[in-house]
């Protein structure tokens, strides 16, 4: 249900983006993310990633973008999110190449 659910919002949240940042699409995509993200990790950890010390900047970023989205200013908004997802999720980006890296070395994707 988590994984559905972090998809159906991404979905969303891209295609409230290409509809020219329509703050209502945008904002179910949020609440679908947040909601998928509870599903999959639960609430407790989910809590305390979110509300780590070194982790309140972006933390406060992210949700006061999802404020702003919610009250009708999609462009701010989602520039704050930005900006707020980038401060919280640096520590995956290494993880996240170094995976995608990995994929030129299984076989049939090697060919391609």
Known sequence: IGVGLVGFGLFFLLFGILLYFDSVLLAFGNLLFLSGLVFIIGFRRTFTFFFQRPKLKGTSFFFGGLVVVLMRWPV????????????????????????????????LLSQV
Do not use: D, K, T, W
Request: charged share 5%; hydrophobic share 60%.
């Open 76 to 107: 701010l908004g989602m520039l704050l999110e930005a900006y707020g997802f980038l401060a919280l999720f640096r520590s995956f980006f290494p993880v996240v190449f170094g995976f995608l890296g990995s994929l030129a070395n299984i076989p």
